[in-house]
């Protein structure tokens, strides 16, 4: 058992016989609980012919176990009022609830019936493949979620890290119940599996419960790496042309790395790089925002975020513009992403350090947040920062580190993706060409 000071509660951490870790992050001064079963497998570990596998397998596990139909999974839930969810992302699918924290044992029992004994009835899974795909049509037509799986493949090609998570729409009419089987006996092992609870619940009995229920979870027939191995960074330029808008919604992308090999499961170069994106496109007073929206008029929105997970992260600029302004817009972002590698301002740092700490605390006081934060710590790094060292590390970081985060990204060619009114390939590799020149 691993324990982890906090300050004011202390982290459990255990790893049963099989293999599954058990999560427990106490908060007594809330009075609700989030439980959540998180297994590390995503759309990177499927195929061109099983794209989208995983987030069927989401839908479906709601529609019926060896002992509830679907009508009572909904109904369980709801008198308690606690709020059901989940997701697939590209290295992570996860089922959680949130409730009262006297109901944790309660939320727990019923989210690893989900997850251990879903039974994909036939029937169910027909009609959901048609929501499913009204869903994937939906998407599709959107410029601006389709601007983010373009993003994707300019990151990583043809890599199944570049292939979208909800899955193509051939895939999705033609996938069965075996298939689904398939997968889950594959990926949904001991190995994979996280069980965690964060808010105001007896520790003691929560541990011993999830023990119980979990014990006997299967392992995997193969080895399961502790790392999987990170997916190549391609850095290409993409674009799809949408005729029915007056926008361009634009994404580029910077893979972020550590300096040294070593540092990949640091929880401190992590920090580091979340200073550089929040530094750079965090707030209104941030200077990609106050250059192209309050100074310039290029855009109404405009950021940057981080986007990570277990062994990988980029660096991603999203903006919203005409096409008479785009030039302009991308010009003005090298520029600003050139002024950083050569000098941090201490006003920026300041801000950027003060920000990310307020989202640590505030994640502290959000069950759900505080959960899927160290459940994304422990997959990244082994291990679960409390946040008295996060913020203690964060304060610690220098311009130089900050600095040297954007000199690193910058070495590499841009990821451009483009989608919107009278865009091409050609503009794509022209706006990329030009952000590298000024790297």
């Known amino acids: 058992m691993g324990l982890l000071s906090t300050g004011h509660t202390t982290i459990t951490l255990r790893t049963l016989a099989n293999g599954v870790r058990l999560l ?10 989030s439980v959540g079963v998180f297994l590390r497998v995503g759309s990177r570990d499927e195929t061109p012919a099983t794209n989208g596998i995983g987030h069927v397998l989401e839908h479906m596990a709601f ?11 909904n109904l369980d839930a709801e008198r308690l009022g606690a709020d059901v969810n989940a997701f697939t992302s590209k290295d992570t699918t996860a089922y959680f609830m949130t409730g009262l924290g006297r109901h944790a044992g309660h939320l727990l029992r019923m989210t690893a019936d989900i997850v251990l004994n879903s039974t994909f009835p036939e029937a169910e899974l027909q009609r959901e493949l048609d929501v499913i795909r009204h869903e994937a049509i939906e998407y599709d037509e959107d410029p601006e979620d389709a601007s983010s799986d373009l993003l994707d493949r300019a ?13 193509t729409v051939g895939n999705i009419e033609g996938f069965t119940r075996e298939d689904l089987v398939r997968h889950v006996r594959s990926y949904h092992v001991a190995e994979n599996t996280v069980v965690a609870a964060a808010g105001n619940f007896d ?3 929560w541990l011993a419960l999830a023990e119980e229920l979990f014990c006997a979870m299967p392992s995997a027939s193969l080895p399961v790496p502790q790392a999987p191995e990170p997916a190549k960074y391609r850095g290409l330029a993409v674009a799809r042309r949408y005729s029915q808008v007056s926008q361009v919604f634009v994404n580029i992308a910077y893979p972020l790395s550590p300096a040294r090999a070593d540092e990949i499961k640091q929880q401190r170069w992590r920090l580091a790089a979340s200073l550089a994106v929040n530094l750079f496109g965090g707030g209104m007073s941030a200077p990609l925002v106050d250059r192209v929206r309050e100074q310039l008029g ?9 986007d990570t997970g277990d062994v990988w992260a980029n660096f991603v600029i999203h903006a919203v513009t005409t096409p008479d302004k785009l030039d302009e817009l991308v010009s003005s972002t090298a520029s600003l992403l050139r002024e950083q590698a ?3 301002e201490a006003v920026q740092l300041e801000r950027a350090k003060n920000q990310l ?7 502290g006081e959000r069950t759900y947040v505080a959960m899927e934060q160290a459940v994304e710590e422990l997959f990244a790094c082994g291990t679960v920062t409390p946040t008295a060292d996060a913020i203690a590390a964060i304060e610690d970081i220098g311009a130089a580190e900050v600095q040297a985060v954007f000199e690193r990204m910058l070495a590499n060619p841009p990821a451009v993706a483009i989608a919107g009114k009278g865009v091409s390939a050609r503009t794509a590799k022209q706006l990329a060409a030009r952000l590298a020149a000024a790297g």
Request: hydrophobic share 45%.
């Open 298 to 306: 290029l855009a109404y929105t405009a950021h940057s975020l981080m």
């Open 155 to 167: 990151v990583w090609g043809d890599h199944p890290m570049g292939m979208p998570v909800i899955g």
């Open 24 to 33: 427990a992050i106490p908060m007594p001064h809330v009075q609700s609980a």
């Open 63 to 73: 529609k019926g176990t060896t002992t509830r139909t679907v009508q009572a999974i």
């Open 342 to 344: 050569t000098k941090i």
């Open 203 to 205: 520790v003691e009995a």
């Open 357 to 363: 700490i307020v989202s640590r605390v505030r994640a």
